[in-house]
């Protein structure tokens, strides 16, 4: 059985004002996500770090397989309305937060579609809630999601995609997927990820 709902990604609404998001909460399929959650990596460190670097067991690799394939790439350029023919994609896990997390940004311009999928029991604190904004104010905002276990936050990158979230410092669990420009683009970011985390220890996959 495949791990995420596919029907009701397709069926759920999507916002196009002031930016295009979509938001799936059970995403990941219930059934899965005891399974998911006992191979995710241990991430000792704050930061992304791109899979190869990570040691999991393979309900996560089959997660990552299933949203690499065709179906999966198919579905997001349907939803969106893009060509993702030929795009890369990327990968990056994220397994703590720290204080300084959550700035308000609108994603590089080498991104086109960014997918974030959470692994966290509910979500009962007021930061670490993903929010969509209206610009560069963090109270102004359209939409909150909580990082909670199977929920899907998908958008297309824009020059009007600001997000960001109020501080939290402790575990959050988060896989991001980006389809991007050009190979490059994943070659930069992951050594930009390498880089990073062996600059915060050697402990950052611990």
Not at 94 to 106: A, E, L, V
């Amino acid at each position: 059985m495949s791990i995420f709902d596919l029907a009701a990604f397709d069926s759920a609404p999507l916002t196009r004002e002031p930016f295009e998001y979509v938001i799936v909460p059970g995403f990941v399929r219930s059934g899965e996500l005891a399974a998911l959650n006992r191979d995710f990596p241990r991430i000792g460190r704050p930061g992304s770090f791109p899979p190869g670097e990570l040691d999991f067991g393979p309900k996560f690799q089959a997660m990552l397989d299933e949203f690499a394939g065709d179906p999966m790439r198919d579905a997001f350029a349907r939803k969106f309305n893009v060509d993702l023919s030929g795009r890369p994609l990327m990968a990056t896990v994220r397994g703590r937060c720290q204080q300084k997390d959550g700035r308000i940004h609108t994603d590089t311009k080498s991104k086109i579609i960014t997918v974030l999928i959470y692994l966290n029991p509910q979500w009962e604190e007021s930061g670490g809630r993903l929010r969509l904004l209206r610009g560069n104010d963090i109270e102004d905002y359209i939409a909150e999601v909580p990082p909670d276990e199977g929920t899907l936050l998908a958008f297309k990158r824009s020059e009007a995609s600001f997000h960001g979230h109020k501080p939290f410092v402790g575990e959050r669990r988060v896989i991001q997927f980006n389809w991007v420009t050009d190979s490059g683009t994943v070659w930069r970011e992951n050594l930009r990820h390498r880089l990073s985390a062996w600059f915060k220890g050697t402990d950052a996959y611990a």
